[in-house]
């Protein structure tokens, strides 16, 4: 795999690359990015996230930051930066209108993602964090082949289906011989505002029994709030707090 990878420009630094991977939309990857990139800067770490997901991106919204990347005198893209100074580059910060649709097929995104690692300024990056669309295709592929990663972290929520799914991204991880370090459960429940209880919106959770069978930790449970919602959608997700994910960062630490 050596062979495929892509080199980092010489005036960039990379030292972790973390990608945060499902085999299926919708269960919060980029929810995981924004909150283990928080904490790792809170850390005093300098942070960078490569939002993988080209055709849906969510990271610029996740942070409040609209508009295009500038562009260096070597035509280097210079990431965009949030309030906290986590650095960010996602197809949407390359489109003239955020709203257009990216109607590209597989290989083209795959070169995009070659060019923001490639063609992007990284200054000292610490942590990398790699937001991964859905699935075990070309661009989870690519990331992998093209890509230094170090470990990956599996998103996940408590329906039945989802924990097939994440035994397909496991198993993809595997035989690209990539580390798991762990799995983070989202939506695992919700708090309620009068007795403290815990309901378990999608039935019990099953993530104890498949982290066993895969032989990888919990790393963290992350439960359905309105307030973590209105933050992120209103840009604002570096507010929302990190204790949900402090053991995927302490696991990411350890490598």
Known sequence: MES??????PQ??????IGVVSGKGGVG??????LMA???????NRVGILDADITGPSIP?????HGMVGVT???LMLPRTTSTGIEILSSNLILEHE???VIWRGPVVGGVIKQFWSEALWKDIDYMFVDMPPGTGDVPLTVFQSLPVDGIIIVTTPQDLVTMIVKKAF?????MNIPVLGLVENMSYVLCPDCGRQIKVFGESHIDETAKELGVPVLGRIPMEEKTAKLVDEGAAELVGDKYVKDAVEAIEKL
């Open 4 to 9: 495929f990878r892509v080199p980092l420009n």
């Open 29 to 34: 990857k980029s929810l995981v990015t924004s």
């Open 12 to 17: 960039s630094s990379v030292k972790k690359v």
């Open 99 to 101: 709203t257009d649709p």
């Open 73 to 75: 005198a070597d035509q």
């Open 61 to 65: 919204k996740a942070f409040g930051i």
């Open 171 to 175: 198993n993809m991880a595997k035989l």
């Open 38 to 44: 928080c904490k790792m800067r809170a850390r005093n």
